[in-house]
C-alpha cells in the first residue's frame, strides 16, 4: 500500500497563490502516474493535472490551463501543483492520487492510492 501525505492548502483572495505538496511513501515503484482532483460542495471530483512517467507532457484540465503548473520530484516521488491567479470557482478540496499502469489519467477511477485531501479557499 501508498499512502500520500498532501500539504499546503489554504485561504487566499482571489488573484493569489498557493503550492499544493504531495509525497508518497510505502511501496516504490517506477511505473506510475500522480494527479490532482478537486471536488466542491455538491458536485464531483474532477481532474486537474497529472503526470505519468512515460508521458512527455504533464495533462492538464482546461479550467486551469495557464494558471497551475504539475510538477515532480523523482527522487522523492513527489508532485506538487502551483496554482497561480486562483479564482473563487478553484475553492474545493484538492486530492492528490497516485496509478499503476494502464493509467486513466483524467479519471478518478483510473487511480489506485488517494490522499486525504487538503481545504482550498478563495475568497471573492
Known amino acids: 500500500q501508498v499512502q500520500l501525505a498532501e500539504s499546503g492548502g489554504g485561504l487566499v483572495q482571489a488573484g493569489g497563490s498557493l503550492r499544493l505538496s504531495c509525497a508518497a511513501s510505502g511501496r516504490t515503484f517506477t511505473t506510475y502516474a500522480m494527479g490532482w482532483f478537486r471536488q466542491a460542495p455538491g458536485k464531483e471530483r474532477e481532474f486537474v493535472a497529472a503526470?505519468?512517467?512515460?508521458?512527455?507532457?504533464?495533462y492538464y484540465a482546461d479550467s486551469v490551463k495557464g494558471r497551475f503548473t504539475i510538477s515532480r520530484d523523482n527522487t522523492k516521488i513527489t508532485a506538487y501543483l502551483q496554482m497561480n491567479s486562483l479564482k473563487p470557482e478553484d475553492t474545493a478540496v484538492y486530492y492528490c492520487?497516485?496509478?499503476?499502469?494502464?493509467?486513466?489519467?483524467?479519471?478518478?477511477?483510473?487511480?489506485?492510492?488517494w490522499g486525504q485531501g487538503t481545504q482550498v479557499t478563495v475568497s471573492s
Open positions: 503526470f505519468s512517467w512515460s508521458a512527455a507532457s504533464p
Open positions: 492520487a497516485a496509478a499503476r499502469a494502464p493509467f486513466k489519467l483524467r479519471q478518478p477511477e483510473g487511480y489506485d492510492y
